[in-house]
T-cell receptor, first 114, second 112 residues
Framework: EDQVTQSPEALRLQEGESSSLNCSYT??????LFWYRQDPGKGPEFLFT???AGEEKEKERLKATLTKKESFLHITAPKPEDSATYLC???????????????FGKGTKLSVKP | DGGITQSPKYLFRKEGQNVTLSCEQN?????MYWYRQDPGQGLRLIYY???????QKGDIAEGYSVSREKKESFPLTVTSAQKNPTAFYLC???????????FGPGTRLTVT
């Protein structure tokens, strides 16, 4: 069964304390992995797409990496404004779902204290 | 300025009433989606449409209905048959051949 699991569920950091969020996936034939940021009461905001193992993408203090089984979202020297829930998602594998649909993890809620 | 709009932002209804949530996009995307988000449950797919005049049930379609008469619009009706309709509803769209979805701001529905 296609599955996306994010850990930890919640992460509290002090401002400037770097850390990583994990997204592990089990799908046959990965066709992309997507990271989103969601602020409370708002819709998810698209951050990154990763397609192949070894690929990396960066945006400000965020860097996303991909292996054959998982993706990491590294947050370097975070600021309070980085506080949000971070979601990852993948399309269903070769034998499941309709093209275009995404399977979402439950997210990691990040809190950065000043 | 391209994007997805959802209206209203907050919606209150009495139990037993049907209610329709609006979703409009000007991104020229072919596919549109409706999700429901509850605390601790993540995003769950209600309905999706890959093309005008066609749509498919997602994982939790019972008690919901949709239409796709125009490329830009994908309204969701929450019917009185939906047993637990209070939730945050998100609409999304994606372009042809692309998996990444772009989301609207959401509608928070409260039914009492």
């Amino acid at each position: 069964e296609d599955q996306v699991t994010q850990s930890p569920e919640a992460l509290r950091l002090q401002e400037g304390e770097s850390s990583s969020l994990n997204c592990s996936y089990t799908v046959s034939g990965l066709r992309g992995l997507f990271w989103y940021r969601q602020d409370p009461g708002k819709g998810p905001e698209f951050l990154f797409t990763l397609y192949s193992a070894g690929e990396e993408k960066e945006k400000e203090r965020l860097k996303a990496t991909l292996t054959k089984k998982e993706s990491f979202l590294h947050i370097t020297a975070p600021k309070p404004e980085d506080s949000a829930t971070y979601l990852c998602a993948v399309p269903p594998g070769n034998y499941g779902g309709s093209q275009g649909n995404l399977i979402f993890g439950k997210g990691t809620k990040l809190s950065v204290k000043p | 300025d391209g994007g997805i709009t959802q209206s209203p932002k907050y919606l209150f209804r009495k139990e037993g009433q049907n209610v329709t949530l609006s979703c409009e996009q000007n991104l020229n995307h072919d596919a549109m989606y409706w999700y429901r988000q509850d605390p601790g449950q993540g995003l769950r797919l209600i309905y999706y449409s890959q093309i005008v005049n066609d749509f498919q049930k997602g994982d939790i379609a019972e008690g919901y209905s949709v239409s796709r008469e125009k490329k830009e619009s994908f309204p969701l009706t929450v019917t009185s048959a939906q047993k637990n309709p209070t939730a945050f509803y998100l609409c999304a769209s994606s372009g042809a051949g692309h998996y990444e979805q772009y989301f609207g701001p959401g509608t928070r529905l409260t039914v009492t």
